[in-house]
């Protein structure tokens, strides 16, 4: 079965220091695809990265990075030079890629606070 | 500013009424897809279409059924409210599924509808 897990409800970075939010997942899908959303007080879903199961580096965008390790099944989003606007819960999530029917499943999230 | 849009942004209602949740997707992406968030289920998948047609069901419940119209708008009816149903509705959308570059099904979120039954 298909399954995210991000195992941190919470965590607490310094300003302009780096934080790595850990996500692991289980798929039987051939070819998938990784996604990090942040979410703000404000509701909004707000994609952030992309990472394909077959590529051969990892994806950065910005101050976004993610740390994919196809074998240990973790793409953990590493956030460097963290902002106060860094403050929000952050979602990894996983759908197969393809012409299939695919559902996504998105993790229970980890609420990151930046600390001036 | 994601490109999608959703109304109403807010709905209040009672248990037993019928409410409709409108969305329209980003510009060229003919992938609709919708999510239900609860503090206490998370962030749910509910359904995706594609060009019209129904691709994956996710945890909808029957009182739950969505289309997608000839001009790729998508309506996501919810019917018998129970107060379990207060949650936020997310409408996202993407381009065509399997179209190459995997990035081009990353799903664009629109602003939500917020749902309350009293």
């Known amino acids: 079965a298909q399954k995210i897990t991000q195992t941190q409800p919470g965590m607490f970075v310094q300003e302009k220091e780096a934080v790595t939010l850990d996500c692991t997942y289980d798929t039987s899908d051939p070819s998938y695809g990784l996604f990090w959303y942040k979410q703000p007080s404000s509701g909004e879903m707000i994609f952030l990265i992309y990472q394909g199961s077959y590529d051969q580096q990892n994806a950065t965008e910005g101050r976004y990075s993610l740390n994919f390790q196809k074998a240990r099944k973790s793409a953990n989003l590493v956030i460097s030079a963290s902002q106060l606007g860094d403050s929000a819960m952050y979602f990894c999530?996983?759908?197969?890629?393809?012409?299939?029917?695919?559902?996504?499943?998105f993790g229970a999230g980890t609420r990151l606070f930046v600390k001036a | 500013d994601s490109g999608v849009t959703q109304t109403p942004k807010h709905l209040i209602t009672a248990t037993g009424q019928r409410v409709t949740l409108r969305c329209s997707p980003r510009s060229g992406d003919l992938s609709v897809y919708w999510y239900q968030q609860s503090l206490d289920q998370g962030l749910q998948f509910l359904i995706h279409?594609?060009?019209?047609?129904?691709?994956a069901k996710g945890n909808i419940l029957e009182r739950f059924s969505a289309q997608q119209f000839p001009d790729l708008h998508s309506e996501l009816n919810l019917s018998s409210l129970e107060l379990g149903d207060s949650a936020l509705y997310f409408c996202?959308?993407?381009?065509?599924?399997?179209?190459?570059?995997?990035?081009?099904?990353?799903?664009?979120f629109g602003p939500g509808t917020r749902l309350l039954v009293l």
């Open positions: 999530a996983m759908r197969g890629l393809g012409t299939g029917g695919f559902k996504t499943i």
């Open positions: 279409y594609y060009n019209g047609e129904e691709r």
């Open positions: 996202a959308s993407s381009g065509a599924p399997g179209a190459g570059s995997g990035v081009q099904e990353t799903q664009y």
